[in-house]
């Protein structure tokens, strides 16, 4: 029977992005709710075109801290999500210090602005290399030991209400998060029968370093109309969600009371998909 306190007590989680914002929070929540972690993060500038500042070794460090203070093992590392075999190096140090690997938090990704024919290729390439060809990565390490040890479990992909309903001014963000449902959704269906459940979370406005980047206020100034794409939503959004609200999210789909949910696109956004 799970342990309503420890919903998660003896399951093991990997997390990408995990040195701040969503990620940092996603790794405490669950470890609170009992889940050993696995973590990475570039720790480093992983896109030119970024108008906020890149997560650092020491911001990595404190994911660590804060998860060691509830109580949680935690292996860390400091990996580029476009980089496969360190992934798949993590993953198996994981396998060998923890014994089985449960959850997973797909969350590492990048935002800059620009309009899709004024951009760069290599403003492109960084987007979708990151946010689509990393995701891609991180289920070709994860999935086979997954398999592997026939215990189940829950994949959680980190995408965006852009990734419904897509926004002027970030075209190659809104194609990579697109990416990611079609992602997560071929994942259910070819994982059903191992017991692995696949979901997508879709966060609107997040406080973080990339949902506090200036620059997308420029791309408004440069062309006022864009901001009609941004309906209000049911619920009131002047203010910026804390990545705790999302981690709630991310909490209950790594756990068995949503064992009925795979290949959905659970909402996080106050409405601003159906306003």
Known sequence: MTDPVAPLAGKVAY?????????????????????????????????????????LPEDLAETVNLVEGEGRK?????????????QQRVVANAIEQFGR??????????????????????????TIDTNLTGLWNTMKAVVPPMIAAGNGG?????????????????????????????????????????????NS???YGTDTPMGNDLSMYQTFQDHPHYIH???????????????????DIVVWLAGDASSLVTAAQIPADKGYLKI
């Open 15 to 55: 997390v990408t992005g995990a040195a701040r914002g969503q990620g940092r929070s996603h790794c405490v929540r669950l470890a609170r709710a009992g889940a050993d972690i696995v973590a990475i993060d570039a720790c480093a500038p992983v896109a030119e075109h970024n108008g906020y500042p890149p997560a």
């Open 74 to 86: 935690i292996l860390a590392d400091e990996v580029d999500v476009r980089d496969l075999s360190a």
């Open 101 to 126: 690997l449960d959850i997973v938090v797909a969350n590492a990704g990048v935002l800059n602005w620009g309009r899709l024919w004024e951009i760069s290729a290599q403003q492109w390439q960084e």
């Open 154 to 198: 829950s994949i959680i992909n980190i995408s965006s209400a852009a990734g419904i309903k897509a926004v002027p001014g970030c075209g190659h963000y809104c194609a990579s998060k697109f990416g990611v449902v079609g992602l997560t959704n071929s994942l259910a269906v070819e994982l059903g029968e191992f017991g692995i459940r696949v």
């Open 201 to 203: 979370v879709h966060p």
């Open 229 to 247: 794409s941004f309906s209000p939503g049911a619920l009131p959004t002047e203010s910026l969600a804390a990545p705790d609200l999302v981690s």
